[in-house]
Nanobody, 124 residues
Framework: QVQLVESGGGLVQPGDSLRLSCSASGRTVSSSTMGWFRQASGKEREFVAGISRNGGVTSHADSVKGRFRIARDNAKNTVYLQMDSLKPEDTAVYYC?????????????????WGQGTQVTVSS
């Protein structure tokens, strides 16, 4: 079992940056493949980024490539999502997810553990 808590969301203007954090407890992050998803109002939850257990492999959705970057610090049991050049269409609730599988799943069903989410709003 693992508990996940996201933080770092907020209201920013287009072009700004934010860094989301996901802290884990109950199970070390180093034994889990981690992912970030987001869900905009009225839309399906979608994959944003994923990272392997040792951080050696990452995957990012096409919509965020070159702007977002997932990283992890296993010593701090924390995963991050650095978001740069934010756009209004990035507005959503962002969720951290974990799985004991080695592969980085890009679908929601691939992750049994979820945080409560943190709101990111990009607006001028």
């Amino acid at each position: 079992q693992v508990q996940l808590v996201e933080s770092g969301g907020g209201l920013v203007q287009p072009g700004d940056s934010l860094r989301l954090s996901c802290s884990a407890s109950g199970r070390t992050v180093s034994s889990s493949t981690m992912g970030w998803f987001r869900q905009a109002s009225g839309k399906e939850r979608e994959f944003v980024a994923g990272i392997s257990r040792n951080g050696g492999v990452t995957s990012h959705a096409d919509s965020v490539k070159g702007r977002f970057r997932i990283a992890r610090d296993n010593a701090k049991n924390t995963v991050y999502l650095q978001m740069d050049s934010l756009k209004p269409e990035d507005t959503a609730v962002y969720y951290c997810a974990a799985t004991t599988s080695y592969a980085i799943a890009t679908n929601r069903a691939g992750y049994p553990y979820w945080g409560q989410g943190t709101q990111v709003t990009v607006s001028s």
